[in-house]
């Protein structure tokens, strides 16, 4: 079951604007995280926010986490065409006794950037 | 610094047929994760090994699916007999204990006709 859900499904904008993606969520997470997947790639690992952090910050990627509304955001400055792929964010939470993390992924936002 | 490994990445078989799939995670990396990517959906998770553990299966479809992790290593997750339904890409990812982030292969695009 997909425990996020992503908006919007997909995003077209022009190079050099800024893509605003966000991700809902439904139960109490440790972490959420951002990947990135090109087409008929494997899935890259973007930034990973704390469920005690509000707002993270990685090169042009900002990520916002309200637990208040179970959601979160990320922000992407300065698109490029090199952006252009599908962003799925992962919760998480860690099993007692274990040191492993089952993720529970959404359905993705499909960004494209034109050149 | 090799990525985790992944074979075939593309396998066309008919219905029925048995299917098997290979993953060689980062060195060092305890923890190997399988999972099942629809189209136009997000990984969803089949299994979780802790070494040569599995310690969440509860999404494997066991009367057709199986995997094992031998030595702790590498993996090979196996369909017998397969439908055409389970026509996906298979993710295998791997991480350090206790790590959240994981490094994802590349996939197997599997197509059942």
């Known amino acids: 079951s997909q425990q996020g859900e992503e908006d919007p499904q997909a995003l077209s904008i022009q190079e050099g604007e800024n893509a605003t993606m966000n991700c809902s969520y439904k139960?109490?997470?440790?972490?959420l995280q951002w990947y990135r997947q090109n087409s008929g790639r494997g899935l890259v690992h973007l930034i990973l926010?704390?469920?005690?952090?509000r707002e993270k910050h990685s090169g042009r990627l900002r990520v916002t986490l309200d637990t208040s509304k179970k959601s979160s955001s990320l922000l992407i400055t300065a698109s490029r065409a090199a952006d252009t792929a599908s962003y799925f964010c992962?919760?998480?939470?860690?099993?007692?006794?274990?040191?492993?993390?089952?993720?529970?992924f959404g359905k993705g936002t499909k960004l494209s950037v034109i050149p | 610094e090799a990525g985790v490994v992944q074979s075939p990445r593309y396998k066309i078989i008919e219905k029925k047929q048995p299917v098997a799939f290979w993953c060689n995670p980062i060195?060092?990396?305890?923890?190997l994760y399988w999972y099942r990517q629809n189209l136009g959906q997000g990984p969803e998770l089949l299994i979780r090994?802790?070494?040569?553990?599995?310690?969440?299966d509860s999404q494997l479809p066991k009367d057709r699916f199986s995997a094992e992790r031998l030595k702790g290593v590498d993996s090979t997750l196996k369909i017998q007999p397969a439908e055409l339904g389970d026509s996906a890409v298979y993710l295998c990812?791997?991480?350090?204990?206790?790590?959240?982030?994981?490094?994802f292969g590349p996939g197997t695009r599997l197509t059942v006709t």
């Open positions: 990812a791997s991480s350090f204990v206790g790590l959240a982030k994981q490094y």
């Open positions: 139960t109490s997470i440790n972490n």
């Open positions: 926010i704390r469920s005690n952090e």
């Open positions: 992962a919760t998480d939470a860690v099993d007692s006794g274990a040191g492993s993390y089952q993720l529970t």
């Open positions: 060195s060092g990396h305890n923890t």
């Open positions: 090994y802790e070494n040569e553990e599995a310690v969440d």
